[in-house]
């Protein structure tokens, strides 16, 4: 079992940052994959990045690639989300979820991880 709690979102000015943390309870989140996920209102939770345990391997989405990085701290159970560029597009709520295993088949997918947290909210003013 793992819980998971999002922290960091907020109100910034298209071009500007934010650094989103998912910290997670349990001792095997170190097991675990993670992924960062968004869901804006009225429109479909979609997949932004995802990391494998040993952190070797990241996946991200096309739209948010060279904007943010995914990265985590094994060591303090937490996973990150760096966000720089921001664009007013970015506005969603934003989601970590965890995944026992992490096919490349289901790396995008929603119904591929197992747990969720309960979002941060991350608005992006023109």
């Known amino acids: 079992q793992v819980q998971l709690v999002e922290s960091g979102g907020g109100l910034v000015q298209s071009g500007g940052s934010l650094r989103l943390s998912c910290a997670a309870s349990?001792?095997?989140?170190?097991?675990?994959?993670m992924g960062w996920f968004r869901q804006a209102p009225g429109k479909e939770r979609e997949f932004v990045a995802a990391?494998?345990?040993?952190?070797?391997?990241?996946y991200s989405a096309d739209s948010v690639k060279g904007r943010f990085t995914i990265s985590r701290d094994n060591a303090k159970n937490t996973l990150y989300l760096q966000m720089n560029s921001l664009k007013p597009e970015d506005t969603a709520v934003y989601y970590c979820?965890?995944?026992?295993?992490?096919?490349?088949?289901?790396?995008?997918?929603?119904?591929?991880?197992?747990?969720w947290g309960q979002g941060t909210q991350v608005t992006v003013s023109s």
């Open positions: 979820a965890a995944a026992k295993v992490m096919p490349l088949a289901t790396i995008a997918r929603v119904a591929g991880y197992e747990y």
């Open positions: 990391i494998r345990w040993s952190s070797d391997n990241t």
């Open positions: 349990g001792r095997t989140f170190s097991s675990y994959a």
